[in-house]
T-cell receptor
Framework: AQKVTQAQTEISVVEKEDVTLDCVYE???????LFWYKQPPSGELVFLIR??????QNEISGRYSWNFQKSTSSFNFTITASQVVDSAVYFC????????????FGKGMKLTVNP | EADIYQTPRYLVIGTGKKITLECSQT?????MYWYQQDPGMELHLIHY???????EKGDLSSESTVSRIRTEHFPLTLESARPSHTSQYLC???????????????FGPGTRLTVT
């Protein structure tokens, strides 16, 4: 069975603070993919990143960075120098061949960045 | 930018009415999905399709039905709406990968349904 846990449900920070969103996953498959999505107040889910289980390199994209560690089954997301526009709900998700390729989402984490 | 569209964006309707939520994508994706999102934010897969004439029920039981007659179109229908159907409905699509390759899903803007 696949499972994604986002232990934090809500975080509030002040602009320019760094914030890390935790994601822990469970799967018995050796081949799987991890994703992060952003859902701003408008409601649409925006794809941020996809990472496969064979690629443990961390990734940086502007103020966003992702830390994938298979040893701890974690795929954490850090926003550096947060901005008000980063306020959204963030979802971590997992997809694996053994799960018929369906996305399994975490429960989401609401980030509020205050000016 | 994803080219996936949903209409209507907002719908308020009375109990017992039949409704169809439209979803279309112009990316030629074979895979399409419907999710229901409750007020607590959690997303639940209710239907999916891996191609024309293929539909499957998702992990959350739903009284809705879907059809996939054309690749680009994946409408969801409720024969008789009830207040318990009030929710946000999100449509998504993805490419089909070869072998073990899995692609991300792209989401539409959602339909917020309220049944009174």
């Amino acid at each position: 069975a696949q499972k994604v846990t986002q232990a934090q449900t809500e975080i509030s920070v002040v602009e320019k603070e760094d914030v890390t969103l935790d994601c822990v996953y469970e799967t018995r498959d050796t081949t799987y993919y991890l994703f992060w999505y952003k859902q701003p107040p408008s409601g649409e889910l925006v794809f941020l990143i996809r990472r496969n289980s064979f690629d443990e390199q961390n990734e940086i994209s502007g103020r966003y960075s992702w830390n994938f560690q298979k040893s701890t089954s974690s795929f954490n997301f850090t926003i550096t120098a947060s901005q008000v526009v980063d306020s959204a709900v963030y979802f971590c998700a997992l997809s694996a061949q053994g799960g018929s390729e369906k996305l399994v989402f975490g429960k989401g984490m609401k980030l509020t960045v205050n000016p | 930018e994803a080219d996936i569209y949903q209409t209507p964006r907002y719908l308020v309707i009375g109990t017992g009415k039949k409704i169809t939520l439209e979803c279309s994508q112009t990316m030629g994706h074979d895979k399409m999905y419907w999710y229901q999102q409750d007020p607590g934010m959690e997303l639940h897969l209710i239907h999916y399709s891996y191609g024309v004439n293929s539909t499957e029920k998702g992990d959350l039981s739903s009284e809705s039905t879907v059809s996939r007659i054309r690749t680009e179109h994946f409408p969801l229908t409720l024969e008789s709406a009830r207040p318990s159907h009030t929710s946000q409905y999100l449509c998504a699509s993805s490419e089909t990968g070869t072998g073990a390759l899995l692609y991300e899903q792209y989401f539409g803007p959602g339909t917020r349904l309220t049944v009174t």
